[in-house]
């Protein structure tokens, strides 16, 4: 820990917030992006900051987010975009056509995959969209990486032309730990760049593209030399030649020292915090020094194939070890004890059997329950779905013939129990596309759709816009709880004006009958008759293009606001503990007193009334945020809703 | 001295909270420390599982299997979840305290009983220590909060007793509470003494 500077102070971060920080440093002077896990710390740190000469925003969606910090870095600014890995899928489309025409300012997309999956989604490698567009890719190992590493991605860029990707996992985006960060720089005092040049900045036509076809190639090219002068991808070759060398690239290299503590061999190391270009000239030294490599990388094995290349290339007679000979796995995070696997292999000492990971089950002892997640206690849309099963029920179909498409955020909780609605989960904006596939496939009952505000706004709009211009007949049901919540609680184009910071709400509902379905009904979804009813007119409109819109705000957001709706409070004498509300709703708040005679503050649950050992239903007061939707389903009138004056 | 601890719960028990309060404490202390946690989904009442790595600078977050000095546990059924990592010398730590599932509330799920959680412990770790969450202690008639308590139980066992000073803890335990400075410590105490006499039996 020495020569630790006393003026620098140190702050703890975690891995996204160094990214902000870093462009902080950086002069950034626009910052966009859309919240998705893990990435979605970088963009907060920096919107719970007063950054009054940078622009910082949450915006539509990611193709938005990255065409705005484009346009930035043309003008000449330096700009950030960040993203989850499903992400930058969105953003791609512009992302490979700006490839092509380079940037003028500094321009740096931040991506975060996911192997291991914390957080749903396809386990995709982002390094493929990488090399496919031909664009640098640099990798931290740690949150202190990330930092230094995100501006050194601003330097690259300027110095060819180019954007660059900084990609991390969620093993760096999510770790906490002390950094020293310096002093943000203000962004550059220039005149924004105001060119006409159609042979960059337009596609018209086929010498163009391929002018900057052959431009994007020589950037890349002239990335590669610009790592190598700034040895980004450093070999510390063993004293001895002949060995065993390991390729580490990114995240991995964290693990490798740790593998390396209980391995007694000496190891050359070839530790690459850029994996596009793919470091060639180091990765021959490398060759040339051992007779095996470990190639060490998660999820797909791209470094390893183009070391088999070049291994091929130049003749080298070794052994590569990785992924393609089945040593390592392909899906996951990579941990201490494979790395220990791949080093044993590599050695030739007796690949011994990895230890297993103890199965609770195959040794007879107790396993832990269940515990799916359903939606918070007061979800607005615990409502919307019981009114959808209840709809479904009074048109006259079962629940099973009846097609109710999925999508990405908290709406998609109507998969789990009690409900056991939701049939699958895609993309943001999917549930309306995939819906109008069933909807022409010739089943008998109606298809309902679901979808969140801000997966709507994301990308269901176009969706919606299919379904009237062709007469698909479905119901879409908007969720709309006025926030961006399973990430965290962002602000998203339709949320209340006094959260907005600058910016406006976009009236939803107005959204919706400007597009004209052939109804559009707005329901509360904490009143269920209500809702029920809408829905139930919607099926019965099996022909037509129907939207009811749910709104009501996400019952934390409004708690956390001193907005509750209310309480609900169960009188001992009258429950009857037949758990219906239980059974019905799901909510966590609700619980039977005998099984949770103890809640987390050690005390007995509910009211004790007279009788503290007869088991009933109790209600957690610091979990109940008082919808009342259990109160309708408690045949004894057990349950009542109070609400405050 | 290092010392991995992977904590596991229920969201909404202040789990997330311990870690923090360690990296913090370690933090003033000059020690290096990473820290992992990993959320469920939901806001409350979904499994959550943190990784603290103290005391050792160039390391991944990830703690490997069976590689934790101290395991945590603040619900009975997912402490067993936390089991993998327990090192065959380590310590696990349960808060005995019963969230149950919906499931298990309807009779459609089985939830484990505390003689077969400790018995399991005891297959994979070389310690057990078992508080009670009907022993929580009461300052001026309010219970305290477990997660303090169960921090302060933390703080008796090696190698954190040896890796973060007891002191950094109870200054970070200040700054985040202002106005609960004599209950948390309290609190912080009262664990810390039972664990401590958990020892010497």
Not at chain 2, 81 to 104: I, M, N, S, Y
Request: proline share 6%; hydrophobic share 45%; net charge negative.
């Amino acid at each position: 820990m020495g020569g630790r500077s006393a003026e620098v102070p140190r702050r703890i971060v975690t891995g996204n917030e160094a990214v902000a920080w870093g462009a902080l440093r950086a002069g950034v002077r626009v910052v966009t992006g859309y919240p998705g896990t893990p990435s979605t710390g970088c963009v907060e740190q920096l919107l719970s900051m007063d950054l009054p000469d940078r622009h910082v925003e949450w915006s539509t969606n990611e193709k938005v987010a990255f065409e705005i910090a484009a346009g930035a870095a043309w003008a000449g600014h330096r700009a950030l975009c960040a993203m989850k890995m499903t992400g930058l899928n969105v953003a791609y489309d512009a992302l490979i056509s700006i490839a092509y025409s380079g940037t003028n300012g500094g321009l740096v997309v931040y991506v975060a995959d996911d192997p291991g999956v914390s957080a749903g989604m396809a386990e995709q490698d982002s390094r493929g969209f990488a090399r496919m567009s031909c664009l640098p890719m640099l990798e931290p190992a740690s949150p202190a990486e990330a930092y230094a590493l995100v501006q050194t991605a601003f330097e690259l860029s300027e110095a060819v032309g180019s954007p660059v990707f900084l990609r991390s996992t969620t093993a760096v985006a999510l770790t906490h730990t002390a950094l020293e960060i310096d002093e943000p720089r203000p962004p550059r005092a220039i005149e924004p760049i105001l060119e006409r040049d159609i042979a960059r900045y337009t596609k018209a036509g086929a010498a163009i593209c391929q002018a900057q076809h052959r431009d994007l190639l020589a950037r890349l090219d002239r990335a590669e030399a610009w790592l190598r002068e700034k040895r980004l991808n450093r070999v510390a070759p063993a004293p001895r030649p002949g060995g065993l060398g390991v390729l580490a690239v990114g995240a991995v290299s964290a693990c490798l020292y740790e593998a390396l503590e209980a391995f007694a061999d000496e190891v050359s190391i070839l530790k690459a915090e850029a994996s596009v270009p793919f470091p060639a000239e180091e990765a021959k030294k490398l060759l040339e020094h051992c007779t095996t490599i470990l190639v060490l990388e998660e999820l797909d094995p791209y470094a390893e194939r183009d070391l088999r290349a070049l291994a091929q290339r130049i003749g080298w007679p070794g052994r590569i070890v990785g992924k393609q000979d089945g040593i390592l796995a392909r899906t996951g995070e990579c941990s201490v004890d494979d790395i220990v696997r791949g080093l044993q292999v590599a050695v030739g000492a007796v690949p011994e059997p990895r230890e297993a990971v103890p199965d609770r089950e195959a040794e007879g002892g107790a396993t832990a329950a269940p515990r799916p997640i359903t939606v918070c206690a007061g979800c607005p849309h615990r409502g919307t779905y019981l009114a959808i099963e209840a709809a479904i029920e009074k048109a006259g179909f079962a629940k099973d013939e009846v097609m109710v498409t999925g999508d990405i955020g908290c709406t998609i909780l109507g998969m789990n129990p009690p409900f056991d609605l939701l049939r699958n989960e895609v993309s943001m904006g999917s549930s309306v596309g995939i819906a109008q596939g069933y909807a022409h496939a010739g089943l008998k009952a109606p298809v309902i759709a679901t979808i969140g505000d801000s997966t709507f706004f994301h990308g269901g709009i176009p969706g919606l816009v299919n379904a009237i211009q062709h007469r698909v007949p479905l119901t879409l049901v908007v969720l709309d709880n006025g926030w961006t919540a399973m990430t965290g609680m962002q602000v998203n184009p339709g949320t209340a004006d006094a959260h907005q910071a600058g910016g406006r709400r976009v009236d939803l509902e107005r959204v919706l009958r400007g597009l004209g379905p052939n109804r559009v009904l707005v329901v509360d979804p904490y009143d269920l008759e209500a809702t029920t009813d809408a829905l139930a007119e919607s099926l019965g409109h099996p022909e037509d293009v129907n939207v009811v819109l749910a709104q009501r705000e996400c019952a934390i957001q409004a708690r956390r606001r001193g907005a509750v709706a209310g309480r609900v409070a169960v009188d001992p004498e009258k429950c009857v503990l037949c758990k219906r509300c239980l059974q019905i709703t799901g909510c966590p708040a609700l619980g039977v007193s005998t099984a949770r005679a103890v809640d987390t503050n050690g005390e007995l649950r509910g009211g004790i009334g007279g009788s503290p050992h007869r088991a009933r239903i109790v209600v957690d007061p610091a979990l109940c945020n008082g919808c009342g939707l259990c109160v309708s389903f408690c045949p004894t009138s057990a349950l009542s809703k109070e609400v405050d004056a | 001295m290092n010392c991995d601890i992977v904590l596991v719960g229920v969201g909404g028990q202040g789990v997330l909270t311990i870690g923090d309060l360690l990296l913090r404490a370690a933090f003033q202390a000059d020690i290096p420390a990473s820290y992992a946690p990993t959320k469920g989904m939901a806001q409350r009442g979904g499994f959550v599982l943190a990784e603290l790595r103290l005391g050792r600078e160039a390391v991944g977050p990830r703690i490997p299997m069976r590689g934790a000095d101290l395991v945590v546990g603040m619900e009975r059924s997912e402490t067993l979840r936390g089991l993998r990592f327990a090192r065959a010398q380590g310590t696990v730590l349960l808060f005995d305290h019963v969230w149950e599932p919906t499931g298990v509330m309807l009779g459609a799920d089985a939830y484990p009983v505390r003689d077969e959680v400790a018995k399991q412990i005891r297959a994979v770790a070389g310690r057990l220590i078992l508080l009670d969450p009907a022993d929580l202690p009461r300052v001026d008639g309010e219970q305290v909060s477990p997660n303090v308590y169960v921090l302060g139980a933390m703080l008796s066992v090696s190698p954190l007793r040896e890796a973060v000073p007891k002191d950094a803890v109870e200054r970070v335990l200040a700054e985040r509470w202002p106005k609960r400075v004599a209950a948390n410590l309290a609190a912080l105490r009262a664990g810390l003494a039972r664990s401590a006499g958990e020892t010497e039996r």
